[in-house]
């Protein structure tokens, strides 16, 4: 195995950025050996940014909240009947963000996530919202799903 370890690499007029058409890598390091790499933005190739989630969860919102998977969440709380509030493992630059989620009590019934406005306002850190029924009443249900992006 080769190792090229650089600090810049400029293309041929001197500029930081390069284009590549094809890379091929088991893994790309940063300059501290970690396998994660930080950007500001993605793009494709005609210049249209990607958005990806943030923070995303899935989790047994009946009984005793449990998480099924995530990413950057680090804990749900159980704030009432299909009252939650999503803890982040990493607050975002700002409160700006779209959530969007889905819920389902596994049996088929209708069931509608309302995401929480008017008395609490989202936060860097979490985002609280509720899990109701089609009557608009609140409801405990075993498959909650959020997806939080800014």
Same mark, same amino acid.
């Given at each position: 195995?080769?190792?090229?370890?650089?600090?810049?690499?400029?293309?041929?007029?001197?500029?930081?950025?390069?284009?590549?058409?094809?890379?091929?890598?088991?893994?790309?390091?940063?300059?501290?050996?970690?396998?994660?790499?930080?950007?500001?933005?993605?793009?494709?190739?005609?210049?249209?940014?990607?958005?990806?989630?943030?923070?995303?969860?899935?989790?047994?919102?009946?009984?005793?909240?449990?998480?099924?998977?995530?990413?950057?969440?680090?804990?749900?709380?159980?704030?009432?009947?299909?009252?939650?509030?999503?803890?982040?493992?990493?607050?975002? *630059? !700002?409160?700006?963000?779209? &959530?969007?989620?889905?819920?389902?009590?596994? /049996?088929?019934?209708?069931? $509608?996530? +309302?995401?929480?406005? *008017? !008395?609490?306002?989202?936060? &860097?850190?979490?985002?609280?919202?509720?899990? /109701?029924?089609?009557?608009? $009443?609140? +409801?405990?249900?075993?498959?909650?799903?959020?997806?939080? &992006?800014?």
């Amino acid at each position: 195995m080769s190792t090229i370890k650089v600090d810049t690499i400029k293309n041929s007029s001197g500029q930081s950025e390069i284009s590549v058409t094809t890379l091929k890598a088991d893994t790309i390091q940063n300059t501290s050996g970690a396998s994660v790499i930080k950007v500001d933005t993605i793009q494709d190739t005609s210049g249209k940014g990607f958005y990806p989630a943030r923070a995303w969860v899935s989790f047994d919102g009946e009984g005793t909240v449990s998480i099924f998977d995530d990413g950057n969440v680090s804990s749900i709380t159980d704030n009432a009947i299909g009252n939650y509030t999503t803890n982040f493992g990493s607050s975002f *630059a !700002s409160s700006n963000y779209t &959530t969007v989620g889905t819920a389902s009590s596994g /049996s088929g019934a209708y069931i $509608a996530t +309302r995401i929480f406005t *008017a !008395s609490d306002s989202p936060a &860097t850190g979490s985002r609280r919202f509720e899990t /109701s029924n089609h009557n608009d $009443a609140a +409801r405990d249900v075993p498959y909650v799903y959020a997806v939080f &992006t800014l």
